[in-house]
């Protein structure tokens, strides 16, 4: 990743709505949410989630699926490693113990294998 995608990204993720959307999509990870789920979850007008999704979309957070009538929203799970990486990828300038910290905080969410 680059700084432009990261940019879009972080630039989705800086408005208290999208990230809500963006975090409860994560939890209903695999098998995503429709639009008007997430509206009424989050208390926020179709229209206006539809507009935030799309900002999501853009930024390679969200992806959409038709399924029959409904258009059912997932978290982009590919786009937040790739953040994730671009975030931490010089992390600790080579001394990997510094990190160490930081990497226990991910193990418990992240299962056993992580």
């Known amino acids: ?47 206006t989630m539809s507009a935030h999704l799309a900002i999501l979309s853009r930024a390679g957070l969200v992806r959409a699926e038709r399924h029959s009538r409904s258009i059912i929203y997932r978290a982009n799970l590919d786009g937040l490693r790739e953040l994730t990486l671009f975030l931490i990828k010089d992390c600790c300038a080579g001394s990997p113990e510094l990190c160490a910290p930081l990497l226990a905080e991910l193990a418990p969410c992240c299962g056993k294998n992580a």
């Open 1 to 47: 990743m680059d700084n432009e995608p990261a940019i879009a990204a972080l630039g989705a993720l800086a408005q208290g709505t999208r990230l809500d959307t963006f975090r409860l999509l994560v939890r209903h990870e695999p098998e995503g949410l429709a639009a008007g789920e997430v509206a009424r979850r989050l208390d926020v007008p179709q229209n």
